[in-house]
């Protein structure tokens, strides 16, 4: 079975700019978490997606959204980009239904200039 | 809000050594998981626990989760070099929303 496959894997962008970041969930996975990896702040959960609705969301400002389509693939997006924003995103996926532990995907590393 | 603190944040040991890390939680957990980071990687998963008081062991690791069910420690018996990483334990917040602890670097010196 396939892993969680994220797109791109690295991305370098200047302040102000937009990006959207892609995750494909292992098969058979209906929800899908996102989240932003720092070396200051740690694993910080974004949001999360089940069958194309956003559960729950960490506490980030709107320029992050994100979105999961009918086959459970997912986008995250963040406009204006800023200094702050360079970090590893990672999405994990998971069956969706109770506690069940997280498939993590390699990340995309997004790098503002 | 809830936080998952861990300690150490960074831990160095001599090959053979054993390892400790702790994970605790502002608030009571339903359950907690581990995952371990090898650097340039992803977590992976390594364990869920979800009683209270329970332990648990995967060959050279044993976590156990506190009776409060408010704490957690993973602990290596004589770790190996491969044991490299940053091992975090995460915790429901709320529903749909795991919080990750601050992680423990571990270095094994060879």
């Known amino acids: 079975k396939a892993g969680v496959t994220q797109t791109p894997r690295y991305l370098i962008k200047t302040r102000g700019q937009q990006v959207t970041l892609s995750c494909s969930p292992i098969?058979?996975?209906?929800?899908v978490s996102w989240y932003q990896q720092t070396p200051g702040q740690g694993l910080q959960f974004l949001f999360e997606y089940f069958s194309e609705t956003q559960r729950n969301k960490g506490n980030f400002p709107g320029r992050f959204s994100g979105r999961q389509f009918s086959n459970s693939r997912s986008e995250m997006n963040v406009s204006t980009l800023e200094l702050g924003d360079s970090a590893l995103y990672l999405c994990?996926?998971?069956?969706?239904?109770?506690?069940?532990?997280?498939?993590f995907g390699d990340g995309t590393r997004l790098s503002i200039l | 809000g809830q936080q998952v603190m861990q300690i150490p944040q960074y831990q160095h040991v001599q090959e053979g050594e054993d390892f400790t890390t702790y994970c605790n939680s502002s608030t009571t957990l339903s359950n907690i998981q581990w995952y371990k980071q090898r650097p340039g990687g992803h977590p992976v998963f390594l364990i869920q626990l979800v009683k209270s008081g329970e332990v648990k062991k995967q060959k050279r690791l044993t976590f156990q989760f506190g009776e409060a069910k408010k704490n957690s420690s993973l602990h290596i018996t004589a770790t190996q070099t491969t044991d490299v990483g940053t091992y975090f334990c995460a915790g429901p917040s709320g529903t749909y929303k795991y919080i990750f602890g601050t992680g423990t670097r571990l270095k094994v010196l060879a």
């Open positions: 994990a996926s998971s069956p969706g239904q109770g506690r069940q532990r997280q498939h």
């Open positions: 098969s058979g996975h209906r929800s």
